[in-house]
Nanobody
């Protein structure tokens, strides 16, 4: 079992930055790929970024490419999402997820085995 807890969300002005953290419990977290997904208000959940278990490979949605960076520290059982040049359209609840073999780019709940509760990110214009 893996439990995920996100932190770092908040209110920021457009153009600003935030760093989200996802702390995982369980010794096997390093075996899982991890991802960040988000759900804007009134919209469906969408894929943001994924990172392999080793951290060697990453994949981003086109909408965040060049602005967001996903990383992980397996020694700390933590995944990060550095978000720069934030835009009002980045406003959403951001979820951390982990899975043994997720479909990269897919936001379906079944793609990942474990999910966090989410953290709100609000970007004001």
């Amino acid at each position: 079992q893996v439990q995920l807890v996100e932190s770092g969300g908040g209110l920021v002005q457009a153009g600003g930055s935030l760093r989200l953290s996802c702390a995982a419990s369980g010794r096997t977290f390093s075996r899982y790929a991890a991802g960040w997904l988000r759900q804007p208000p009134g919209k469906e959940r969408e894929f943001v970024a994924t990172i392999s278990w080793s951290g060697d490979t990453t994949y981003y949605a086109d909408s965040v490419k060049g602005r967001f960076t996903i990383s992980r520290d397996n020694a700390k059982n933590t995944v990060y999402l550095q978000m720069n040049s934030l835009k009002p359209e980045d406003t959403a609840v951001y979820y951390c997820a982990a899975g043994t073999n997720p479909i990269w780019g897919n936001a379906d709940r079944t793609t990942y085995d474990y999910w966090g509760q989410g953290t709100q990110v609000t970007v004001s214009s």
